[in-house]
Each structure stands twice: as C-alpha cells, then as structure tokens.
C-alpha cells in the first residue's frame, strides 16, 4: 500500500509536477539537520535564550529517539525494497540512514512542532508552523525518500519528545539544583545509545549478483551524529547555565552582530575546522567529535565569545 501511494506521486512528480517538485525541494530544506540546528542556534543568541534552549534540547533528544529507532528496526529505503521507486535525484544526498522514521520530520517536528505547542505563540503563527511541519515531512513522500509511516511517526515522535522536554523545563525551574543530573542521566543516554549502535547486528541481505543492498554500519552513521550532538548540548548547557549566563535581552545592534559572527563562526568551524577532524579521526569517533564541536559551540563556546567582548565593549565605553 505505501509503495503504491508513492508510485502514484512519483507519477505525478514524473508527470505535470515540476513546480510542485521545485516547491517541495525547496521545503524539505527546512528539515535538513545543519538549518535546523543553525536556526535553533540563531534563536538562542539572539532572539530568546529560553526558546533557544528548548528548541536546541528537544532537538538534541530527538536525533537520540531518531538514531536509536532507525538502528533498531533497519528499515530499508523506499527504493531498495522496490526498484520500481526513482527518488529524486536532489534528494537522495539527504537520504543518509535507514528509512524509519523520518530524520526530517523530526528535525521539522523539533523547530516547527516545538513552536507550534509553545503557550503565547498567536494562532496565526502557530497554523503557519503546523503547515511548514506538515510540507516539510509530505515532501520526503512526494521526492520519493520515505514512506507514509516513516514521516507520521516522525512528525508524532518528534512533536511528542519536544512536549516532554518543555516538561522537563518547567520541572527543571522549579528544581535548579538537579540541572546537573538531568546532564548526567543525558550523557549516559548518548553512551549507551552509541554503544547499542556499536555492538547491535544489522540484516545483511544481498541482491542477485551478491552485492550487500545495505551496510547496516554505514547506515548507524546518523545516530552517532546525535550521540555527538546530545553530549556536547548537555555539557555545553550546564557550563553556560553555571558560568557564561548570557542574556538576550540585549539591544538590536548586539542582536545583529551576534547573528553575523554566530554565523560565520559556525561556517568556518563547519567547512574547515571539522572536514579537517574527520579526516584525522577516522570513523564514528571523527562523526562524533565533529558533530560534538558544532553543537557545543553553539550552546557554551559561542555565547562564552558574546559574554566576554560585550562585557570588555562595555567596559571601555564607561
């Protein structure tokens, strides 16, 4: 039944869809893992530190639920199971992992979901985040990467685990003294989620000239990522909640230079400090650490930068 709903897209798409499959392909962009997490980022420096943190922790739990769901079921791509399916060539680059659930969902989930189920976001916003949520998961669908089941339970999952972590907050802010556990109970998260992914067996199923269709080790890239991702958010939190304490209650100016040197900071950190890792660390370790230094950079170091030159700009104009 899901194969058959995506041939009838593919059709379609092969058909008269060519401004839909441009539209579409502009919009899973949105569910993409750097422009969600470079968004979130740009939201905790310089929009609310608040939102920021919640977005940037919801998310960091969601690539965790993420990894650990696809490196368990090893569900194989649309296309794999049916050679009858011809994805989208542009999207086929963001196709990294097993097929269950959807990354992108959940990455839309994270941002747009998130926001959406936020008190105080006005009705009209929150209609406009639910339909980016809803194009961003149907546009794994139409370009041929995910099954219906894929995306609905990664849009549930992840609107579901950005519930809990807005729980989780409000707890945390009654209890202030038990952020460090919460870190802890985090980092063991990410450990064992890295180990389950190291050790597990994957299906090795093979094609009619002996041919492995897929590397289950390959395929576990994505949940290494997360372990990555998860660590540093957890130590990177606990060392700006105790000593960095920036604020984004700051004038428009200070929010425009954060954006600007934010921004080329995490580019130059992402297209030449960490090509240059992973080149020296081979593997998982060089997936982890690289995605570690991203995200701690955005949560700790970053904000670390914006505590110090604003606090010496503000000396000197005294």
């Not at 870190?183 to 989620?193: D, Q, R, S, Y």
């Amino acid at each position: 039944m899901d194969i058959e709903y995506l041939l009838a897209l593919q059709s379609f798409r092969e058909g008269v869809g060519g401004g839909l499959t441009e539209f579409l392909s502009k919009m899973t962009w949105f569910g993409e893992m750097n422009v969600v997490l470079i968004i979130m980022g740009l939201i905790y420096w310089c929009a609310h530190k608040e939102t920021g943190t919640y977005l940037l922790m919801g998310w960091s739990g969601n690539r965790i639920v993420n990894g650990v769901l696809k490196v368990t079921g090893c569900v194989y791509r649309p296309w794999i199971r049916d050679a009858r399916i011809a994805p989208e060539a542009n999207a086929l680059a963001t196709a990294t992992g097993y097929s269950f659930p959807s990354g992108h969902s959940m990455n839309a989930a994270s941002l747009f979901g998130g926001m959406a189920i936020r008190k105080g976001i006005k009705t009209g916003f929150r209609v406009v985040l639910w339909i980016m949520l809803g194009l961003v998961a149907f546009s794994r669908n139409f370009l041929g990467v995910h099954t219906p089941q894929d995306i609905l339970v990664g849009a549930a999952a992840g609107v579901l685990v950005m519930f809990l972590t807005g729980k989780l907050l409000t707890w945390i802010s009654s209890h202030p003294d038990k952020d460090i556990l919460i870190a802890v109970i985090g980092i063991a998260i990410a450990i064992a989620t890295a180990i389950f992914a190291a050790l597990k067996p994957y299906p090795a199923d093979y094609d009619a000239n002996g041919n492995l269709l897929v590397d289950g080790m390959k395929m576990a890239n994505d949940t290494f990522k997360a372990v990555g991702w998860m660590s540093a958010f957890m130590i990177g939190w606990i060392l700006e909640r105790r000593f960095v304490k920036f604020t984004t209650e700051v004038p428009m100016q200070q929010r425009f230079f954060r954006l600007t040197a934010g921004l080329l900071g995490y580019y130059v950190l992402s297209l030449i400090l960490n090509p240059v890792i992973k080149s020296a660390a081979a593997g998982f370790a060089g997936t982890v650490i690289t995605c570690f230094i991203q995200m701690f950079y955005i949560v700790f170091l970053f904000p670390l930068v914006i505590k110090v030159f604003e606090k010496q700009r503000a000396k000197a104009g005294e």
